[in-house]
């Protein structure tokens, strides 16, 4: 039985109205794993997030929109213009629900802010005003598997263990980042400016990155044990 990991397909009513849309790169991106990818539609109540306890062995929390700020203690800068709290009340009762069950959980961009945001963390709403930097964090979308800046990893973390120790390079689309990570996690990847690009908490159950390996693993087989690693400890449950 392959490992059953759950993917939030969320309602984008400025993309496509009365459609619940997922990126195929994270679905393909898990099967390559050898997981079995469960779309759990996000919206209409984080109680229907209840309806999945059971079904899931793991969780993975992929990119989207800005988390909205009052989650997580404040008011939304002028730059934050798209939320979706539904869809941010329903992820975060995804994770509660995964953590009470110790399943094992990969975050993705939006994913590692959401973790953040739900765990007392806190995150820079908008890194080009809030800190501003010598890096380019928000490249053009149209080219998503170019690799583009460095990171450096923590010796010894999780991350590292599974990208390896050669020079890393990543893509790069947000305009935010975690800017404290919550109780019980560290910052295990930065950019060259310091910018948190990954996070993993102590026995690296759950872990996050900033940056989009969905789009990379297909050309580049570094990235893969990130996806391999959520199966795994999704199947040795
Ligand atoms: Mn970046």
Redesign the pocket.
């Known amino acids: 039985m392959r490992p059953r990991i759950g993917l939030a397909a969320a309602e984008n009513p400025a993309l496509l109205p009365g459609k619940h849309i997922i990126n195929t790169p994270y679905i393909d991106a898990i099967f390559a794993a050898g997981g079995t990818p469960v779309l759990v539609p996000v919206g209409g109540g984080p109680e229907r997030a209840r309806d999945y306890t059971g079904i899931l062995d793991g969780l993975l929390l992929p990119g989207g929109e800005d988390v909205t700020p009052n989650l997580y203690g404040e008011e939304p800068r002028p730059q934050v213009t798209y939320m979706n709290e539904d869809r941010d009340r329903m992820e975060m009762e995804l994770l509660a629900l995964a953590l009470e069950r110790r399943l094992p959980v990969f975050g993705i961009c939006r994913g590692m802010q959401l973790v953040a945001a739900a765990l007392g963390g806190a995150l820079y709403q908008d890194l080009p005003t809030q800190r501003p930097g010598s890096?380019a964090?928000s490249q053009d979308r149209s080219i998503r598997a170019q690799l583009t800046?460095r990171v450096t990893l923590a010796p010894g973390s999780v991350l590292e263990e599974l990208l390896g120790k050669e020079p890393l390079r990543?893509n790069?689309y947000?305009h935010q980042?975690v800017k404290t990570p919550p109780p019980g996690f560290q910052i295990t990847a930065w950019?060259a400016d310091g910018?948190a690009?990954g996070m993993e908490n102590q026995d690296g159950s759950v872990y996050a990155v900033?940056?989009h390996p969905e789009e990379l693993v297909e050309r580049c087989g570094r990235f893969r044990p990130l996806f391999r690693r959520l199966v795994e400890l999704a199947g040795a449950r």
């Open positions: 890096v964090h800046h990543v790069s947000h980042a950019a910018v690009e900033q940056w």
